[in-house]
């Protein structure tokens, strides 16, 4: 239900849309209209301005509804902000001449929470603005002397050149904490809700999802649940390679090889034969590549037994995509080329008009600035390539989608393409860096044991579903291993063998910086020390232990924290505490920059914390000779309480599926 000031702004965008559909309507029957080209000409260049400025005025009518509608979400604090909100005013104090002094806050490394790194920033400042010469000490003690009187930091101090080590009070850690237990982990502050595209996964019909797709479909995954969780309304888009000259390849083989292929197709395997068989005959048979190009117009015309063929291969390809996206838990929606198809002659047309394309050798290409490669918008036969495809797909997804931010999981490899499509989409228009964001999110390739591309023993591509029929067996041997058939329900055993198979193989691309290339191997991912998900995971059923062993009723426990302090007296449970709190501010650095590696580190920090405190900070104490339980720390019961839902949060957030007994 919109709040009283969401509604009108809701009100006014419809109004705005109605108006935007109305003026394309009369836009798309002027441009048919051939009777009378001179007062045609004069009302479509009046009613092309009236829909400019009217797609302008929805664009700051959303920033509006965005902004309104984040402040409705309930959000958790960052420390990071508070703590650099604090040290603003201390700086903005003690140099008040200064405009817009930098403000440089970071958690620390060691010997501190929190570090104040301004000092150098302003004393090169002061050296080049007013000629004056003062050391970071000094200039950091001033800092300190103005920091105004809070109930966050507890000490403060100059360390080094000129750094500021701060530390936090316990008395603050413990009311955060408290909040997280009693209402639950809720997101980070966002400046406005935004509608968030990410294009991921992108495999190609009619062959099988090797583990090339594997790392944009993890990494897109997850952020997009990141985005998610801060309220952002996000579209995961699947931008299958559907369309083109293979499918007109494809089909030309299959009516000579396959009868029935207007009734069904064959299965994805026999399909990626036959493609590759094709593609050798298209290479070789001149006869053949004629048959081909003539299924390739039947296709584009809707000829409805080539359509029908083709919409039976989509089909099948699909069902084993399906296969993949269901057991690694992802959701998605296809957006295939074939969709941006008809999307492409307008676009084209619109960049002639705009005078952006240029003749080269038949081609029609379009140059941008600073560049000397183009991109090629149609080919010289008429036909279309993925440059236009992802030009019509910026167009769709910024004016039809209403995109505000639209992000590209794809590999690095395409760093040049994607600098040439999205130059050109803003030179043409399509988009205005103002007001939209586009980024590509590249991403390193999968490397074998031996440091090259991972290939199969044969030297072929290695088929996803093989990858994770080998992690479930391997899962299963690690934990046959342990002891735990012994000890788990067959249902029990089952969800353990699928979280650690999938999350290890999750956990082992997200943790890696996406930028470089990694080496897959199953036995680096199944170790339970270190920084692996198996690890992880069994950090996160040790607070499901501690439950058990007491019988604590988790919904009757979080009611305590309103009357019963979260215990952060020894040293561990401090560390733990404060490392707890870091949450809100990691996920904002892991969306900001579109890292998941960092949200990662952090929960093996956390990991790490809590199975230190696990260690030594006994929740509930037992008399060893009879069984009985004769003492329970509520204190450190709700400590254990907050990391368990931090970690089950991070799991959720990485896409990994946790379980109660591993």
């Known amino acids: 239900m919109a709040s009283a000031e969401i509604r009108p702004l809701l009100e006014r965008a419809e109004q705005a849309d109605e108006l935007i559909h109305q003026l394309k309507s009369q836009v798309a029957a002027l441009e048919r209209d051939v009777q009378s080209p001179s007062s045609v000409d004069e009302e479509l ?12 005025q929805r664009v700051h009518l959303k920033r509006s509804i965005g902004e309104e509608e984040a402040k409705t979400v309930p959000r958790m604090p960052s420390v990071v902000v508070l703590v650099s909100e604090l040290c603003g005013q201390a700086i903005r104090a003690a140099f008040p001449d200064l405009v817009e002094p930098p403000v440089l806050v970071l958690p620390a490394k060691k010997g501190a929470d929190y570090q104040c790194n301004s000092a150098m920033t302003i004393t090169k400042t002061l050296k080049t603005m007013q000629g004056k010469s003062v050391p970071p000490k000094d200039i950091a003690a001033s800092i300190l002397k103005h920091l105004p ?7 403060a101090e100059v360390a080094g050149p000129g750094f500021i080590n701060i530390h936090l009070r316990p008395s603050f850690v413990a009311g955060l904490l408290k909040d997280l237990v009693i209402g639950g982990v809720k997101p980070p502050a966002v400046d406005r809700k935004k509608r968030v595209i990410v294009d991921m996964s992108s495999p190609n019909i009619a062959k099988e999802m090797h583990v090339g797709h594997l790392r944009s479909t993890i990494i897109g995954d997850c952020i997009a649940r990141m985005l998610e969780f801060v309220q952002h309304d996000v579209l995961r888009l699947n931008h299958v390679g559907d369309w083109g000259t293979q499918f007109g390849m494809l089909i030309a083989n299959l009516k000579e090889k396959f009868p029935d292929y207007k009734t069904v197709s064959p299965p994805v395997a026999d399909l990626q034969k036959l493609y590759k068989e094709s593609k050798a005959r298209f290479d070789e048979d001149q006869e053949f590549k004629k048959r081909a190009y003539n299924d390739v117009v039947l296709l584009q015309n809707g000829d409805p037994d080539v359509r029908q063929a083709w919409n039976l291969i989509c089909d099948v390809s699909r069902k084993e995509f399906d296969k993949i996206y269901q057991r690694l838990d992802i959701k998605i929606v296809e957006r295939g080329e074939s969709f941006y198809q008809p999307l492409m002659p307008h676009v084209v047309r619109d960049l002639e008009e705009k005078g952006l394309v240029t003749l080269d050798e038949g081609r029609k290409v379009v140059f941008v600035p600073e560049d000397t490669v183009p991109l090629t ?6 036909g279309y390539t993925y440059d236009t495809s992802d030009m019509a797909a910026v167009k769709h997804r910024v004016e039809d989608e209403r995109g505000d931010w639209i992000i590209y999981v794809v590999d690095s490899g395409q760093a040049q393409h994607f600098k040439l499509v999205f130059s050109a989409a803003h030179h043409a228009g399509y988009y205005d ?15 074998g044991e031996d440091k090259k591309k991972f290939k199969t023993r044969k030297g072929d591509t290695v088929r996803l579903i093989d990858l994770l029929d080998e992690g479930l067996s391997r899962a299963a041997d690690k934990l046959k291993e342990r002891g735990r058939d012994k000890e788990l329900t067959e249902e029990e055993m089952k969800a353990a063998q699928e979280a650690v198979a999938y999350g290890c193989v999750k956990y082992a691309d997200l943790s890696h910086c996406r930028i470089n290339d990694y080496v897959f191997s199953f036995d680096k991912m199944l170790d339970d020390r270190g920084n692996t998900a198996v690890y992880l995971l069994y950090a996160y059923t040790r607070t499901n232990a501690i439950y058990r062993m007491g019988n604590i009723d988790r919904v009757a426990l979080r009611k305590q924290a309103d009357r019963v302090p979260v215990s952060l007296e020894h040293p561990k449970e401090l560390k733990l505490g404060k490392c707890l709190v870091q949450f809100p501010e990691v996920v904002t650095r892991s969306i900001s920059e579109l890292y998941p590696h960092y949200l990662c580190d952090y929960m093996y920090e956390l990991a790490t914390a809590f199975t230190e405190f696990y260690d030594v900070c006994y929740c509930i104490q037992k008399d060893r000779s009879t069984g009985e339980i004769i003492k329970v720390d509520t204190g450190r019961l709700l400590l254990c309480e907050a990391a368990a839902l931090v970690m089950a949060k991070g799991f959720e957030l990485l896409g990994i599926k946790t379980v109660e007994k591993m």
Do not use: W
């Open 45 to 56: 260049a009046r009613l092309k301005t009236e829909n400019s400025e009217l797609k302008q």
């Open 149 to 155: 009187a809070n109930e966050v930091i507890e000490k």
């Open 377 to 382: 918008v149609e080919k010289s036969d008429g």
């Open 433 to 447: 860096p103002k007001f939209v964001q586009i980024d590509h999110v590249g991403f390193g390739v999968v490397l």
